[in-house]
């Protein structure tokens, strides 16, 4: 079977939310030479076997002149006009497939979980439900790279699970490799942009900083039967609590 593509913003490439890089007037990613860069950008990643989304090659490169910038303490556009070197692109592709090869390797260590048709139905709802809220998400003029990754990863975990029961004689089915840190990682995104007023919650629940609403606690209790938990560090797996 082929390797599945990989977006490496919200997984391999380690970032979390990005806010957006601004240069004052007009955002950064907007701006004639960042998207040129950003062609160049996915040319690279595509020579080295990494697959980016609409959008995302102009957010890492936002990102890295955001980051050079705050190291130097100049403004963005500054930085984009004299302090990138003719390396940095294919630096950052480097990074980015270096970036790749390890998540894949993870994937490949992941523990894989059996689920009985009952929960195997509430995750893919649990799906369903963070994919509409992505595509809504799509709609607003924040949070667009984020919802276009976390849409892509969605489908990426409904096709795998459906596949796992394709394959299967019986009502336990086991989900592993990329479809379960698909189906992790993009529960636990949801999670964190409605819990940060990123996307807009549709549940009747009051919402507020530090609340967590009905939505969040079902997508939360569908994240543990796939053994993937929402709080920080020194909260246990699932199956430990």
Request: proline share 5%; hydrophobic share 40%; glycine share 8%.
């Given at each position: 079977?082929?390797r ?8 391999a ?9 601004q240069t004052g007037v007009a955002?950064?990613?907007n701006?004639k030479k960042?998207?040129q860069?950003?062609?160049q950008l996915?040319?690279e ?9 609409s959008g995302?090659?102009e957010e890492i490169l936002?990102?890295?002149?955001r980051?050079?910038?705050?190291r130097?303490?100049v403004?963005?556009?500054?930085v984009l006009d004299?302090?990138l070197l ?7 592709a480097?990074a980015l497939a270096?970036?790749?090869t390890?998540y894949?390797?993870?994937?490949d ?6 689920l ?5 139905g509430?995750?893919?709802?649990a799906l ?10 799509l709609?607003?003029?924040t949070?667009?790279?984020d919802?276009?990754g ?6 990426d975990?409904?096709?795998?699970i459906?596949?796992?029961?394709r ?6 089915i ?8 698909y189906a992790?990682?993009v529960l636990?995104?949801a999670v ?6 990123t996307w ?13 609403c ?6 939360i209790?569908d ?5 993937g938990?929402?709080g920080g560090?020194h909260?246990?797996p699932?199956h430990?609590?």
């Open positions: 079977m082929a599945p593509r990989r977006r490496t913003t919200t997984t490439w380690g970032h979390g939310r990005r806010g957006a890089v955002d950064i990613r701006t960042v998207r860069l950003a062609a996915r040319n990643c595509a020579a080295r076997g990494v697959t980016l989304v995302e090659a936002a990102d890295r002149i980051g050079i910038a705050q130097l303490g403004n963005e556009r500054t004299r302090y003719e390396d940095t692109v294919p630096a950052l480097d270096a970036a790749d390890t894949h390797q993870a994937v260590a992941v523990e894989p979980v059996v009985d048709i009952t929960d195997t509430r995750v893919i709802a369903g439900m963070t994919m509409k809220l992505a595509t809504e998400a709609q607003t003029p949070g667009h790279a919802a276009l976390v849409a892509t990863d969605c489908a975990a409904v096709v795998g459906g596949a796992a029961i394959s299967t004689d019986d009502e336990d086991e989900i592993g490799g990329a479809t379960l840190v992790r990682n636990q995104r964190q942009l409605i819990h940060d007023g807009e919650c549709p549940c009747s629940t009051p919402h507020a900083p530090g609340v967590t009905t939505l969040q606690a079902n997508l209790n994240m543990n039967l796939l053994g938990w929402a560090a909260e246990p699932a430990h609590r």
